[in-house]
């Protein structure tokens, strides 16, 4: 039945980059690689939020650009509303009907604005190219995702360069939920932000949910993926360490899976010995 199909289905995903020096291949040397992203297969359906977890590099902004097109993935599948959307290559996926439809929030807030582009022209730009909108429709639009995102009124005349990591943040999360994708992908929202200012993000993502939106949000801060996430994939070095529904994990496990457990336990017993040391007379 096309109503159980999930939105998107990863299947098998794989990005190798070559390393070292490819001159020495020629002469012989066997080529090496590293696997970014290394069979790693999960679901999400309309109105999921998934959290993608796990430590640094472990693959997690590499698997949100394979799954925006805008990396080319070494191998795998990425089919999106029943679509095979993973072999058309990532320099054309620009014209293709889905390009609309998944919007992605970069880890590096500058990363997706132009510095040319005032806060509105950033926000209007997808509205405008996708010709949805324009004149007092497009004002008001802009203002109403600003106001979603807490992004104040008077910053939307502002360049990049004006504004701070957090207020970039949000112009960039403000733009990609304009045009109301089916799914979204925010790349660490919230690190940039404040305590407040995260919960507005963390709030939207709750509603976005509701209107059946289907989100992958992508954090270190397990306070902030317990709470929204219906669904955790956690990675480890590439490859996928398991799946869980909320129901089956607590928020304790979550932490402890995210920073690889026994790691962690091994590290506040060395950090214990270290103060007590530094304790004793
Ligand atoms: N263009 C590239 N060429 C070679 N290696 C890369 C490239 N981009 C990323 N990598 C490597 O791929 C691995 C995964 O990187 P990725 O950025 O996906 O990690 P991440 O989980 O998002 O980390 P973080 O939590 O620090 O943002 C890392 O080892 C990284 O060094
Ligand atoms: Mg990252």
């Known amino acids: 039945m096309t109503s159980d199909r999930p939105l998107l289905a990863v299947d098998g995903l794989r990005k190798l980059?070559?390393?070292g020096k490819h001159r020495l291949w020629r002469r012989g040397a066997a080529p090496s690689f590293l696997h970014a992203v290394d069979g790693v297969s999960f679901t999400i359906g309309r109105g999921e939020t998934v959290g993608l977890v796990g430590e640094s590099g472990c693959g997690k902004s590499t698997?949100?650009?394979l799954i925006a097109r805008l990396?080319?993935?070494?191998?795998?599948?990425l089919r999106f509303a029943g679509e095979e959307i993973g072999r058309v290559p990532a320099r054309h996926f620009g014209r293709a009907p889905q390009r609309a439809q998944i919007q992605m929030v970069f880890q590096d807030a500058t990363d997706g604005l132009n510095p040319r582009f005032t806060a509105f022209r950033a926000i209007a730009d997808p509205l405008l190219r996708l010709r949805r909108l324009s004149g007092t429709a497009l004002r008001t639009r802009v203002e109403e995702v600003a106001r979603l995102t807490g992004l104040p009124q008077e910053l939307l005349s502002r360049f990049p360069h004006q504004l701070s990591g957090g207020q970039k943040a949000r112009v960039g999360i403000a733009r990609a939920i304009a045009v109301e994708p089916r799914l979204l992908i925010l790349d660490e929202p919230t690190s940039a932000l404040g305590v407040k200012q995260a919960g507005v993000v963390l709030r939207y993502i709750l509603q976005a949910r509701e209107r059946g939106v289907a989100v992958i949000f992508i954090t270190h801060?397990?306070?902030?993926a317990y709470p929204?996430?219906?669904r955790f994939v956690i990675l480890n070095r590439g490859k996928l360490m398991g799946t869980w529904n909320k129901g089956e994990i607590s928020r304790d496990e979550l932490i402890r899976m995210m920073?690889?457990?026994a790691e962690l336990d091994a590290l506040t017993h060395e950090l214990?010995?270290?103060l007590d040391e530094a304790a004793a007379p």
């Open 17 to 19: 980059y070559p390393m």
């Open 63 to 65: 698997i949100a650009r």
């Open 71 to 77: 990396l080319d993935p070494s191998d795998g599948s």
């Open 221 to 224: 801060n397990p306070h902030h």
């Open 228 to 230: 929204v996430g219906n």
């Open 259 to 261: 920073s690889g457990g």
């Open 272 to 274: 214990e010995g270290v």
